[in-house]
C-alpha cells in the first residue's frame, strides 16, 4: 500500500464533507483523512493502486487545490 500526502485547501469541517463523496467513489482509494488542524492541511491517501494525479485532479474536480508533499 501506498501513502500519499497533499497539501491542500480543505481547511474546515463542511470542505470535508465538499470533498468525501468524490475520494469515498475513486476506486482504489482504501482510506483518507485531512488534518485540519494543520496549516498546510495535510490529505493523507491510502491506496493500492492509484498514482498521485488521479487524487490530486479528483480533489480539484470537488473544488480545492492539492499540492502533493
Not at 475513486?26 to 494525479?53: F, H, M, R, Y
Amino acid at each position: 500500500m501506498k501513502t500519499y500526502k497533499f497539501k491542500t485547501t480543505i481547511n474546515c469541517g463542511s470542505c470535508v464533507r465538499a470533498v468525501t463523496p468524490h475520494l469515498n467513489k475513486l476506486e482504489g482509494v482504501q482510506d483518507w483523512k485531512v488534518d485540519t488542524d494543520n496549516p498546510d492541511k495535510i490529505l493523507e491517501v491510502n491506496t493500492n493502486s492509484l498514482d498521485a494525479q488521479d487524487i490530486k485532479s479528483t480533489v480539484e474536480k470537488a473544488g480545492f487545490k492539492a499540492e502533493q508533499v
